[in-house]
């Protein structure tokens, strides 16, 4: 499956931003999806996950309550919805697929997009 990432940009603190994430190639229905960002300096991290379903969600902490990931089955997207974003958010974010159940882990994931940068200024 290939995954590619669009709505990044440069955003003041507090503002919000619409990542999404299309995917060709598979069956989008089978693949739980994730968002991972990377930081200069830093590893990938996770963000959000989202079952094969859509009926389970998982965020890490430093984004609960602020940031939303849900996905469209009928147009094979996913979509990370960010708001009250911070300079520390400041990344490059990725989409990710596996099949099966989501996972928090960068290893589990097979399929990978090309990323999309996320710059928050203070």
């Known amino acids: 499956v290939q995954l590619v990432e669009s709505g990044g940009g440069l955003v003041q603190a507090g503002g919000s931003l619409r990542l999404s994430c299309e995917a060709s190639?598979?069956?989008?229905?089978?693949?739980?999806m994730g968002w991972f960002r990377q930081a200069p300096g830093k590893e990938r991290e996770f963000v959000a996950a989202?079952?094969?379903?859509?009926?389970?969600?998982y965020y890490a902490d430093s984004v609960k309550g602020r940031f939303t990931i849900s996905r469209d089955s009928a147009k094979n997207m996913v979509v990370l919805q960010m708001n009250s974003l911070k300079p520390e958010d400041t990344a490059v974010y990725y989409c990710?697929?596996?099949?099966?159940?989501?996972?928090?882990?960068?290893?589990?994931?097979?399929?990978w997009g090309q990323g999309t940068q996320v710059t928050v200024s203070s």
């Open positions: 989202i079952s094969w379903s859509g009926g389970s969600t």
């Open positions: 990710a697929a596996r099949r099966g159940s989501y996972d928090t882990r960068r290893g589990a994931y097979g399929y």
């Open positions: 190639g598979g069956t989008f229905s089978i693949y739980s």
